[in-house]
């Protein structure tokens, strides 16, 4: 329970502090990304952009768990 906490909480950071995207998108990002939505069949193409990036925060917060969990077990190894 305490590792899903501690991961919401990073993702949560990761999203307030970690920029993986330029407001506002260039005209041929937009397109690409309306290209891109049109492919896999969703209608509203911002949707899509947002769960994008919410999936990329999420696999930021559980990369940084790990490689903090595992400094963690070195340093109690000592």
């Known amino acids: 329970m305490r590792t899903v906490v501690i991961v919401i909480v990073m993702t949560l950071l990761s999203m307030r502090?970690?920029?993986?995207?330029?407001?506002?998108?260039s005209m041929s990002q937009q397109q690409t990304l309306i290209e891109i939505s049109d492919k896999l069949g969703i209608e509203d193409y911002e949707l899509l952009f947002l769960?994008?990036?919410?999936?990329?925060?999420?696999?930021v917060a559980v990369a940084v768990y790990v490689v903090i969990a595992q400094i963690w077990c070195r340093y109690r190894s000592r």
Do not use: Q
Not at 17 to 25: E, G
Not at 51 to 59: G, I, K
């Open 17 to 25: 502090y970690v920029r993986i995207f330029a407001f506002p998108l």
């Open 51 to 59: 769960c994008t990036v919410w999936c990329v925060h999420l696999l």
